[in-house]
């Protein structure tokens, strides 16, 4: 683990009232809107456990939709957020107890959902993407593929890295069946350029790639 | 931070001769890649955010969205209107400060947590109300600040900052003992003076529980963080006159470790047991969330 830094305890500079229930509600939205990275519609968040239970009190719901909106932690626009958004957003509110307390499914458009959890001092962890388990952080910049799943596709994305001198910090892997559906992603030390997302779209089977821009 | 115990940065600082702050703003630029300057120029971007809480917070009784805490700032101004604070116009100023940052915490408002949200109105106060009577230059407000971040990073190298794993001592206690050392830097004070009153801040608050009525940071978060204000004020003055804690910093943080392991999670930010469900607490949950 990582050990902390002067500004992991002075800071962030956010709105108020709850590290965990605002300002990691806020950066689920934001991490939800830069992997979805096309305009949203509609969105529909499920609230889990305390999320559910004292999320209201906490801004919780305005902070995700605020997110998605991209706005970031500081932003006191927060606050009247449903007064100001053109989005169509609904919220449920579940308890299920084999997931972590502070946690929301996040669908975007009907057409992605995304799940993440808040850990604490604002730190969130995005678990997974359309069912794919995924544990982003927010802390790297991250390339995301789904594919066919097939040999020989870690080697091929992992030139398109290299060809541009990016260095790889992690590389996970997933897959919902032997040649069914798979998933990969990378954690950079770089903003990759877009060519490589180019490149690997180009590649066969590749269902779907997207760039993750990694949290300020 | 590389410096894993107040016992080692009391050598690392011994061994270079520098100041707290000096040598942990040595390390962050090097941890952060960055130069010293721009660290700092961070620090007066945090220290210019927490002006402004105390500025919005002092002039607003807006409610919390559960619309039953948010006018307690101006309460105490009122109050101080008519009459004097026992201690003067800095006690004044500083608990002022403190529910002013604190309430705008709680109206969705912009702060810095410091280290947490919740404990937000504790360092701000001291560190601003102390400045202006005193004018301490903007370099040494950032040198305050650098040192209580110091402090909290290096407490958290053994105790998570979080309410849910070791109770508010880990979050308003923390922030108490951060602000003890702010102040006592501020005031000229030497390192051990420095962690004798964060010593002495932080073990006067162990098992300090999180029981937030309705899981709300409201009761008794809002009011916990003035009078923890002061609790910095007293455990720095004593370490000024040069009295010691008899248990040395690093051990007094074990044991803060341990009695938050020790502590049940049912106080610990769960809202199960204390404050939380009393007979008042259970009626106003019902009240807001129905």
Redo the contacts between chains.
């Keep these: 683990m990582k050990s902390k830094g002067l500004f992991d305890v002075i800071s962030p500079i956010m709105i108020g009232p709850s590290s965990s229930h605002t300002a990691g509600a806020i950066r689920l939205g934001l991490m939800a809107q830069n992997i979805y990275n096309a305009p949203v519609k509609e969105v529909e968040f499920t609230l889990y456990n305390s999320f559910a239970q004292t999320g209201k009190g906490h801004g919780t719901d305005k902070g995700l939709l605020a997110g998605v909106m991209g706005y970031h932690v500081d932003d006191i626009r927060t606050k009247n957020i449903f007064s100001i958004t053109d989005i169509k957003y609904k919220y449920y509110f579940k308890e299920d107890l084999s997931r972590h307390p502070n946690s929301v499914d996040i669908n975007l458009n009907n057409e992605m959902t995304i799940s993440g959890n808040s850990i604490g001092a604002g730190e969130i962890r995005i678990t997974s993407i359309n069912g794919f388990s995924v544990n982003l952080a927010g802390q790297y910049h991250t390339i995301l593929l789904m594919y066919k799943d097939k040999p020989g596709m870690i080697s091929k994305v992992s030139k398109f890295i290299q060809d541009r001198n990016i260095n790889i910090a992690s590389l996970h892997c997933d897959r919902n069946e032997k040649g069914g559906t798979a998933s990969m992603y990378f954690a950079l030390d770089v903003n990759p350029q877009d060519e490589i997302i180019d490149d690997i779209k180009n590649l066969n089977d590749v269902y779907f790639v997207t760039k993750i821009r990694k949290l300020d | 931070?590389?410096i894993?115990t107040f016992e080692e940065l009391i050598r690392e600082c011994s061994s270079k001769n520098k100041k707290i702050y000096e040598l942990?703003?040595e390390y962050?630029a090097q941890?952060?890649d960055t130069s010293i300057e721009k660290?700092r120029a961070?620090?007066k971007?945090?220290i210019e955010?927490m002006q402004s809480s105390i500025k919005t917070g002092m002039t607003s009784s807006e409610k919390?969205?559960?619309n039953w805490c948010g006018d307690d700032c101006e309460k105490l101004q009122v109050g101080y209107s008519k009459r004097n604070a026992l201690f003067g116009k800095l006690f004044e100023k500083i608990i002022t400060y403190s529910l002013a940052t604190i309430e705008?915490?709680?109206?969705?408002?912009?702060?810095?947590?410091?280290?947490?949200?919740?404990s937000?109105g504790i360092?701000p106060s001291v560190l601003i109300a102390v400045s202006e009577d005193y004018n301490i230059s903007e370099d040494e407000q950032i040198n305050a600040?650098?040192t209580?971040?110091?402090i909290?990073?290096i407490i958290?190298?053994k105790v998570?900052?979080?309410g849910?794993?070791a109770g508010c001592q880990a979050e308003c206690g923390v922030a108490a003992a951060?602000c003890a050392g702010a102040l006592t830097q501020m005031l000229g004070g030497d390192i051990s003076q420095i962690l004798n009153a964060v010593a002495l801040a932080m073990k006067n608050l162990l098992g300090l529980t999180c029981d937030p009525v309705?899981?709300?940071?409201?009761v008794p978060c809002i009011k916990r963080n003035p009078i923890l204000a002061i609790h910095a004020v007293t455990s720095s003055e004593l370490a000024l006159a040069g009295i010691e804690s008899k248990i040395p910093l690093d051990e007094v943080i074990d044991a803060v470790r341990q009695t938050g392991q020790l502590m049940s999670p049912m106080l610990k930010e769960s809202?199960q047991a204390g404050l939380a469900t009393t007979k008042t607490a259970l009626e106003l949950k019902e009240k807001?969330?129905g």
């Design positions: 931070m590389k894993m942990i703003q962050e941890e952060s660290i961070e620090v971007h945090h955010a919390a969205i559960s705008e915490n709680l109206r969705m408002g912009k702060i810095v947590a410091c280290p947490t949200a919740g937000c360092v600040l650098i209580a971040g110091g909290g990073a958290s190298n998570q900052l979080a849910a794993v951060m309705c899981g709300l940071v409201e809202s807001i969330f």
